[in-house]
């Protein structure tokens, strides 16, 4: 199955430090390793290179060129609200791995940018998470004594706000992973040659990663509007942090019509 990764995001002017750069070549794979979640990845030609946050681990970004290249191409991430842009030259001896965080950065606009004023940002999180309603069409999914609701969806300005909420019905704690949002076929198109987009959000309220035993707690993340194509759905996932990849993964999908019912807050 292809993936390929789109982002939601408002760049702006950059200083790019000389040491922010890296090598690589085709026949070894780069890894970043971040201390923190890696939440945006942007790379500048998708034509000489490969770059995608590792799925299962994502503190890390695998980097490999397609072939020899002339010239410089950049990588943008950002991570714990830090924004790091890199130069890659094609390099026959290129490093095995590099720490994100021992690269030169500045501080990135986590908040929606023009888009929305971090007070408004604020300011709507708090009415939603005030209001104890649920949506009549709320979708729910339950694995093994969790439930994963999308309660509400509501609309502001063309921005969109999913409200989550998690339910633990088991007495051991359900420790969160990291939560990922596909662009997907729907399941009676899938086929071997299906593509996934994935998504990331642009703000999320309170980072939750972890769920008490007999506890329900909600979250709210944040999108610039858009929209689902036919024969597609947006899928929300929530895995599971266990040892040898055992954890549960609880999954949502919406269609484009879900999406338009949002409230307008």
Known sequence: MKKYSITFFLLFPLILFAENQIKVCENKVI??????????????????????IVPEHPNLVRIKALGEFEGESSIS????????TLLLTYGTDPENAYLLQEFESREADLYLGQLMSKADLDENCRRILVDQKR???SHTMTKDGIILQLRNIYLSNDVLFFEVGIKN??????DVESFQWWIADKRQFRASNA???????RFQYYSIGYVPAQSKVREIFVLPKLNVPDQRVLRIEMLEKALGNTGRKLSLELENRDILKAKNL
């Not at 990845?41 to 995608?52: F, K, R, S, T, Y």
């Not at 019905?169 to 359900?174: A, P």
């Not at 593509?195 to 959000?201: G, H, V």
Request: hydrophobic fraction near 35%; glycine fraction near 6%; aromatic fraction near 8%.
């Open 169 to 174: 019905n088991t007495n051991m704690g359900y």
């Open 77 to 84: 991430l950002v991570s714990a609200g830090q924004l790091y």
């Open 195 to 201: 593509q996934e987009y994935q998504l990331q959000p």
């Open 135 to 137: 949506s009549a069409r």
């Open 31 to 52: 890894h970043l390793i971040s201390e923190d979640k890696i939440t945006y990845l942007q790379l500048g030609n998708q034509d000489v290179l490969l770059a995608e």
